[in-house]
């Protein structure tokens, strides 16, 4: 069963830092890039980064250019993103994805697989 299982949200105030992890299980992570996307109260979703399989290419949405940072450990099947100088407009549910046109087994994923999502709220 494939699942990304996303955990480390919460309140901070503005300019503080978050540690976002995402566990995946039920396919071969280490073959996969892998995104974080956000969606905003009364948004739709907004793409925040993407990591290739291997890790060592990496790309971001310019809103969070230089506060956030993606990366991965695929001996622990296990994406992050580290959130730092945390602006009101960050709040949202974030999500970890595979990338859209994704197979996962036999299982066409034409937006890409996304787990249940983990809520942040930056706010004094």
């Known amino acids: 069963q494939v699942q990304l299982v996303e955990s480390g949200g919460g309140l901070v105030q503005p300019g503080g830092s978050l540690r976002l992890s995402c566990a995946a299980s039920?396919?071969?992570?280490?073959?996969?890039?892998m995104n974080w996307v956000r969606q905003a109260p009364g948004k739709g979703l907004e793409w925040v980064s993407v990591i290739n399989s291997g890790g060592d290419g990496t790309s971001y949405a310019d809103s969070v250019k230089g506060r956030f940072t993606i990366s991965r450990d695929n001996a622990k099947n296990t994406l992050y993103l580290r959130m730092n100088s945390l602006r009101p407009e960050d709040t949202a549910v974030y999500y970890c994805a595979t990338s859209p046109h994704t197979y996962l087994g036999d299982t066409y994923y034409a937006t890409g697989f996304r787990g249940q999502g983990t809520q942040v709220t930056v706010s004094s």
């Open positions: 039920g396919f071969p992570f280490n073959n996969y890039a």
